[in-house]
């Protein structure tokens, strides 16, 4: 039998949603993870681990970024230049496409999301040693002036901006 422990014997509130089922078997059962699972037939199937795989993507109608046919995909998560990019056109006025990998392309749209994170921790590292050697060839001739870090520190956020121009978005798994 499942019984839930009562917040008053649990002083921490992480640990309020610990479930235990028999003497020595102890669950944790947080309400994000199964809404509604409790009295409700579909969710139970979910929560017991019988339904769809809770792993699988949802697949959604929309554009695919890799061929620029209207199919179903896979979905792109929303970062900022995603909902940037949605926000402009419902500001111009056009209607909202939604960016998939369709199945074809999803293994390609992975490694060119690989890249692109590749791409951008290199030039990362770039601007931080671009930084970093403009400050210590300043020093090794005796002078650090503050009024060459600030062009020092721009060229180092121009740097760490060139790999915006290969963004790819991230794709659910």
């Not at 770039?126 to 090794?140: D, K």
Request: hydrophobic share 45%; charged share 15%; proline share 8%.
């Amino acid at each position: 039998m499942l019984m839930r422990v009562p917040n008053m014997f649990v002083p921490f509130l992480p640990l309020r949603n610990v479930i235990i089922r028999h003497k020595y078997h102890i669950k944790v059962w947080h309400p994000q993870l199964y809404k509604g699972a409790w009295g409700n037939p579909a969710m139970a199937k979910h929560a017991a681990g019988q339904g769809k795989s809770a792993h699988a993507p949802a697949m959604e109608n929309g554009v695919c970024i890799i061929c620029g046919q209207a199919r179903t995909g896979v979905p792109a998560m929303p970062e900022f230049p995603i909902l940037a990019a949605r926000k402009l056109r419902a500001l111009l006025g056009q209607p909202a496409k939604h960016t998939v990998a369709c199945g074809e392309h999803l293994g390609e749209a992975r490694q060119r999301r690989v890249k692109y994170e590749k791409k951008a921790r290199d030039y990362a590292i770039g601007a931080i040693l671009f930084f970093g050697f403009v400050m210590l060839g300043s020093m090794a001739y005796g002078k650090f002036s503050l009024g060459l870090a600030l062009p020092a520190l721009l060229g180092a956020f121009f740097i760490a901006l060139l790999p915006n121009f290969y963004y790819f978005p991230p794709f659910q798994e």
